[in-house]
């Protein structure tokens, strides 16, 4: 008996579902990020003492930088997940990149973008 070297149509399918559920999350999740972004600017403090809005500005700034860090990471999630629909697409999802075996489907699904099975990812970081 050969060993499997890619997923079955079904599975594929199967993993295409997770991948499209979280893409739709994450570009909700990206979405509400940038409108927070955008309105970030527009809450006046002007009513309130010098002490206060100093206080005010500080936090929204470290909020903001917190905000565009997290968008940063979201964007790069979401080019992740779209790269592994390509693959769906093409048929080579979830094949490793460095040993071409197949990365195990809990791996997947777990981390539906993975390129890399656990074992290589820990062999490539040495």
């Not at 594929?12 to 739709?24: T, V």
């Not at 999740?29 to 809450?43: F, H, I, P, V």
């Not at 990471?73 to 075996?101: C, H, M, P, S, W």
Request: glycine letters at 6%; charged letters at 35%.
């Amino acid at each position: 008996m050969s060993e499997k070297t890619r997923y079955s149509d079904e599975e594929l399918a199967e993993f295409k579902a997770i991948i499209e559920e979280k893409l739709s999350l994450a570009r909700r999740d990206y979405n509400e990020m940038m409108r927070s972004l955008m309105n970030a600017d527009g809450n006046d403090v002007d009513d309130t003492s010098p002490t206060y809005k100093v206080l005010e500005e500080g936090s929204a700034t470290q909020t903001k930088e917190e905000l565009i860090q997290q968008a940063g990471r979201l964007q790069k999630f979401i080019k992740g997940l779209d790269a592994a629909l390509v693959r769906i697409q093409n048929k080579t999802y979830g094949i490793d990149r460095i040993t071409g075996e197949l990365i195990p489907k809990e791996r997947l699904r777990a981390v539906p973008h993975a390129t890399l099975s656990v074992e290589s990812k820990k062999a490539r970081g040495k």
